[in-house]
């Protein structure tokens, strides 16, 4: 019966009840998103797995918090940021980092065959630390400017700001890559 | 359309959430000056969109049960199964009753008189740090991956409860889960009784403690 459970307040009651199958279900719900935040915001695959393990474990510890009224998503997913950004700092204290996924230098040329999100994950890598973390929140988390500024600690207009300057840096980028004009014809192509 | 109009409206549309309006892409065809910044949204939009398809799949409900079972999940999944308003958050009476008791047997066991020292027995004392770093070896593996404090993080790095966390008496956390800072403390030592107006009346914590020899 437990699959049929598609209510998210039905879910944290049994949850709260100590039903195991519910709470496996609350699991496989979310760990998509919470994962891929996790993944994209430490960019290493073994960290990404431990931290989504912790952040399930801590909401289930505070799950009896959460307000019935409020989406479960996105309060789970300040859960993963706060702890995303607890594990890079904790990453960044020790005296030899690990190596990250996707940080090459430059990439190959590009070409029509290379995957743009290949391409976008590269340049994402020579951003300044915070305005990544700002694009991966708000893109990947899905969160809104108010929740990152909350999770970062600034205005959610310094966000906002941020936010900007990574994408116009990012598309810079792109562009100097030459991707522009492939992806135009590719567009072109699409909408013809 | 004026070229403010269409960066205002472009700007409005949220990243990679909605679909851009037509007549912004028919005045991007004809003003040079807004290609450049409609081409750029359209690519930065497509990238985000294969981007975020990138992230590998992962199966982590077992992994996650089994940390659950090996600490389980404190009196939170208990509370919550009773029907009601949420709890407040833990309230640090007893913690700190008890915390008080252990600093004032700390002092006392300070200030009892050595006993006299034995030789030390040193096949036991191998035994016991060999038994202990198997315990350890046990525990640490499954320990490292459960999560130390209680209360989400939900609510931001400068919220109440960080602040709960790093209270003054961080020193006695192992415990009680929740340390409250030092304003709590205060509030909950504040229990409406008077003091005594001198304080020679005022009870001396160190009369509690036993006379040396």
Avoid at chain 1, 57 to 69: D, K, N, V
Avoid at chain 1, 129 to 149: K, M, N, T
Avoid at chain 2, 184 to 201: F, I, K, M, Y
Wanted: hydrophobic share 40%; glycine share 8%.
């Amino acid at each position: 019966m437990i699959e049929a459970v598609t209510d998210d307040g039905v879910l944290v009651r049994r949850c709260l009840a100590g039903d195991e199958a519910a709470l496996r279900l609350f699991v496989e719900r979310f760990q998509g998103p919470v994962f891929g935040l996790c993944c994209r915001m430490l960019r290493h695959r073994q960290d990404a797995e431990d931290t989504s393990q912790e952040v399930f474990l801590r909401a289930f510890r505070g799950l009896s918090c959460w307000q019935p009224g409020r989406p479960l998503k996105p309060w789970l997913m300040m859960i993963a940021a706060n702890r995303c950004r607890t594990a890079i700092r904790r990453r960044m204290s020790r005296p030899s980092a690990a190596a990250l996924l996707d940080d090459p230098p430059s990439g190959p040329p590009w070409d029509a065959s290379t995957d743009l999100g290949e391409e976008l994950e590269r340049a994402l890598g020579r951003l300044r630390e915070d305005h990544r973390q700002c694009f991966v929140l708000f893109h990947q988390g899905e969160l809104s400017c108010a929740r990152i500024g909350r999770i970062m600690g600034h205005p959610a207009g310094t966000i906002k700001t941020w936010l900007h300057r990574a994408r116009r840096e990012l598309a810079d980028q792109l562009q100097r890559r030459g991707i522009v004009h492939g992806v135009r014809h590719e567009m072109h192509d699409v909408r013809t | 359309m004026k070229c403010t109009t269409f960066a205002r409206e472009l700007r409005s549309v949220k990243h990679g959430r909605g679909d851009l309006p037509p007549r912004l892409e028919r005045h991007a065809a004809a003003c040079a000056r807004c290609r450049r910044m409609w081409e750029d949204r359209l690519l930065l939009d497509t990238a985000v969109v294969r981007w975020r398809s990138r992230v590998p799949n992962v199966n982590l409900a077992d992994d996650v049960l089994a940390a659950a079972k090996i600490r389980p999940l404190s009196s939170a999944l208990a509370r919550g199964a009773a029907d009601g308003p949420p709890p407040s958050p833990p309230g640090g009476t007893g913690a700190i009753a008890v915390a008080l008791l252990a600093l004032l047997l700390a002092a006392a066991a300070l200030m009892l008189p050595t006993p006299t020292r034995r030789p030390p027995n040193v096949a036991s004392s191998m035994r016991s740090v060999s038994e202990g770093e198997a315990a350890n070896a046990v525990v640490a593996p499954s320990e490292s991956r459960i999560a130390a404090t209680t209360a989400p993080e939900a609510t931001g790095g400068r919220s109440a409860s960080s602040g709960r966390r790093a209270g003054a008496l961080a020193l006695v956390a192992g415990i009680g889960e929740f340390v409250p800072g030092p304003w709590e403390l205060a509030s909950v030592l504040d229990d409406g009784a008077e003091w005594p107006a001198d304080p020679a009346g005022w009870l001396d914590p160190w009369s509690l403690l036993p006379a040396p020899e």
